[in-house]
C-alpha cells in the first residue's frame, strides 16, 4: 500500500487542526512545513507532537524552509542555514520522521543583455564544496538513524545542480523527491534527470495542472497523468504528499483517488 499524506494548510493554524483533517481522510502523515512560523525547530513541541500524532493515528514529514541556501557564499548565512538542517535532524529522531524534505538551491543570478548568468554556475567550485560539507555534515548527524533527506524538483535542474544532486546521491541519507506537477509545469525536463536516478526515489508531491492556472491543483482537474505517476508510486513504495494548498483542494484530491485508485 502506499502512504498518502497532506501539506500543513495556510487554513489549518495548528498540528492539531492538520491531524484532525489528516485522520479524517484517513490519510497517514502531515508534512510540516518550516516556512510557517509554528514549524520552526527551536520552538516545535516534542512531547505535544507525540501526543498529537498517537491520537489521531498520523506520522510526519518535515519540508525544510524553501529558503535554504546551504551553499550562500557568506559563510555566515551558509553556516546557519546548515545548523538549522542539523537541528532539523536532532527533532526527526526524536520524531521518528522519515524524510526531509529539500529544496536545491538555484542561488541569484546577474541579468546581463542577452542571458541569465547563475552565480553557482559562474563559480561551480565554490558551490559544489559548500554542498559537499553539508552533505558530511548531515550525514554525520544521520548516523544510522535511516532519516533521508530527499530532494525535490523545482525549478528546472541546472548543470551545476545535477552535479550537486549526485554529490549529495554519494551518501545514503539523501535521496530524491519527484514533485510531478512542478515537472509538468517546466515541460518534462525534470523526467529524464529524475528518472535516471529512480533507485534513489523515496518521496513525491502529487498535484494536478491546470493550464492558465499553474500548478497545486486538486487531483483529476487538469492535465497531470495521474495514473502513470501512480504507477511509479507503487512500483517505489512512495509516501506521496497531496501537496494541494486549500482544504477543498486536497479533499476532491482524496475522493478523485478513492474514485480511481485500488492503491488507497
Not at 533507485?199 to 482537474?221: F, S
Not at 512512495?238 to 484530491?253: M, N, P
Request: proline share 3%; net charge negative; charged share 20%.
Amino acid at each position: 500500500m502506499l502512504r498518502f499524506g497532506m501539506p500543513t494548510l495556510i487554513e489549518t493554524a495548528s498540528i492539531e487542526e492538520c491531524a484532525a483533517l489528516c485522520s479524517e481522510l484517513e490519510l497517514d502523515f502531515v508534512e510540516m512545513n518550516m516556512n510557517l512560523p509554528q514549524y520552526q525547530v527551536q520552538t516545535m513541541d516534542v512531547q505535544r507532537l507525540k501526543s498529537v500524532a498517537r491520537d489521531y493515528g498520523i506520522h510526519y514529514t518535515i519540508h525544510l524552509d524553501e529558503n535554504m541556501n546551504m551553499a550562500d557564499f557568506n559563510p555566515l548565512v551558509a553556516g546557519a542555514y546548515r545548523q538549522t538542517a542539523i537541528e532539523t535532524i536532532g527533532l526527526a529522531k526524536k520524531l521518528e520522521i522519515p524524510v526531509l524534505n529539500m529544496h536545491m538551491p538555484v542561488g541569484v543570478y546577474f541579468t546581463l543583455p542577452d542571458r541569465k548568468v547563475y552565480l553557482f554556475g559562474a563559480y561551480p567550485e565554490q558551490f559544489l564544496d559548500a554542498m559537499r560539507q553539508f552533505r558530511d555534515e548531515c550525514t554525520a548527524a544521520i548516523g544510522g538513524s535511516g532519516i533521508r533527506i530527499c530532494v525535490e524538483n523545482w525549478h528546472g535542474y541546472t548543470d551545476y545542480q545535477v552535479k550537486a544532486l549526485d554529490l549529495l546521491l554519494e551518501s545514503p541519507a539523501f535521496g530524491l523527491t519527484y514533485d510531478v506537477g512542478h515537472n509538468l509545469v517546466l515541460g518534462g525536463t525534470d523526467e529524464p534527470v529524475i528518472l535516471a536516478r529512480k533507485d534513489r526515489l523515496y518521496h513525491m508531491h502529487m498535484h494536478d495542472v491546470k493550464e492558465g492556472e499553474k500548478d497545486h491543483q486538486a487531483l483529476g482537474t487538469g492535465q497531470l497523468d495521474t495514473f502513470k505517476y501512480l504507477a511509479l508510486a507503487q512500483e517505489r513504495q512512495l509516501s506521496v504528499v497531496l501537496e494541494t494548498k486549500t482544504i477543498a483542494g486536497l479533499r476532491a484530491s482524496v475522493a478523485w483517488l478513492r474514485g480511481h485508485s485500488d492503491g488507497f
